[in-house]
């Protein structure tokens, strides 16, 4: 995992700072509900790095975090642990999961030993355990979308029964990131007409088995903030959100999820809540049909001095990273979306302070990670 370095602006390799950072901005990010953990504090041991990282963002945000990085029995022990903590003890984690696990299956139709022990823990506990497909056409999966889509709900279901044969009625979530290869490459793509329709018929499978979905929408293929990135995040989450998905996840990835882009992190939040606001389509009743304004008006007027103008004047959508300058302002300045996010997410960075999490509640975490260690 890479990191495009919100100072110096160089891709390097991800380390623990970068989750500190992450989680500081998406505190202070309103359209981000929840943290997915975005990348690999490489600079930790591999026995511990998760629970370094789940630890961390909970020292820089309240939000609740979901985790793809606990590989074992052991830490996932560690990591309820840890949760419980923050609760008042692990019993009170069914009532409020402040921590919920995500396991990769391995495509085609395998899983992971130690993923599934580690969810078993979990379920145990009553924290909410999910499984992400991320079967692949022509590599992992077969051509054919239908295919695909036939290996990737396999795997997933698997995982899901597992925990309701052990734990009958343990909270679990349906999760998908199918793609295509690559027709020249093989590599997987992270964007085409392919993802859009996974975003969708996932949901309906979701929907079937009447179990949440954590879909993999945004985590575009581009290699940088640009049309590209905009066009297939665009259509990813709007398929997603039209099919009502219940999590989204990949905000700020780029290059398939191979690299983490500050700028990019922001620009996504843009997309998603220009997608909100399109889902809350247009009401209608007498307050909204504004007839007594536009009666008022009449012909040929403007409804600037109306009292229903200042009255609904914000529910109009204002961007933040659209350009909507005298064309004049934009040739002289040159500066655009990608400055502006960049220069927000390195705002809150400086300025957010998230609410601190308890010196004891860290000291005994930091006791739990070393208890791994050894």
């Not at 109306?306 to 659209?322: C, E, G, N, S, V």
């Not at 010196?359 to 739990?368: C, G, L, N, S, Y």
Request: net charge negative; proline share 5%.
């Amino acid at each position: 995992m890479e990191v495009i370095d919100i100072h110096t602006g160089q891709r390097r390799t991800s380390c623990l700072e970068d989750v500190r950072d992450i989680s500081r901005i998406a505190d202070a990010t309103e359209e981000v509900a929840f943290h997915w953990v975005p990348v690999s504090a490489q600079d930790m041991p591999p026995e511990t790095r998760g629970l370094h990282e789940i630890k961390t963002i909970w020292e820089n945000s309240t939000k609740h975090v979901q985790t793809e990085s606990i590989y074992n029995e052991r830490e996932a022990h560690a990591a309820i642990e840890m949760a419980g903590l923050i609760v008042g003890g692990k019993d009170k984690l069914r009532q409020r999961p402040v921590l919920s696990l995500m396991q990769c299956s391995a495509s085609p139709l395998g899983h992971d030993g130690g993923s599934l022990d580690a969810a078993l823990v979990a379920a145990e506990y009553g924290v909410p355990t999910g499984f992400m497909t991320m079967a692949a056409n022509l590599t992992t999966g077969p051509a054919t979308l239908a295919g695909n889509l036939a290996v990737g709900n396999a795997e997933v279901i698997a995982g899901a029964a597992l925990i309701q044969l052990a734990f009958p009625g343990a909270p679990v979530f349906y999760a998908a990131a199918e793609t295509a290869s690559d027709l020249r490459t093989g590599a997987y793509t992270g964007g085409g007409p392919e993802d859009f329709l996974y975003g969708a018929a996932t949901n309906c499978l979701s929907d079937y088995y009447n179990i949440p979905l954590s879909m993999g929408s945004f985590a575009t293929g581009a290699k940088e903030p640009n049309w590209q990135a905009g066009v297939e995040n665009s259509l990813s989450t709007f398929m997603a959100c039209i099919a009502m998905s219940d999590m989204l996840l990949g905000v700020g990835f780029l290059h398939g999820s191979r690299i983490w882009s500050f700028a990019e992190m922001q620009l996504d939040c843009e997309i998603f809540s220009i997608i909100h606001k399109i889902m809350q389509g247009i009401k209608v009743d007498d307050e909204t049909l504004a007839l007594d304004a536009i009666a008022a008006v009449g012909p040929g007027g403007n409804f600037l001095s109306q009292k229903h103008t200042l009255k609904h004047m914000r529910d109009i959508f204002l961007p933040q990273f659209m350009d909507r300058r005298p064309y004049s302002e934009w040739e002289t300045k040159h500066d655009d979306a990608q400055d502006w996010a960049l220069a927000k997410a390195r705002k809150a960075l400086e300025t957010h302070q998230p609410v601190p999490l308890d010196e004891k509640v860290t000291a005994e975490m930091a006791r739990i990670i070393s208890s791994v260690k050894s």
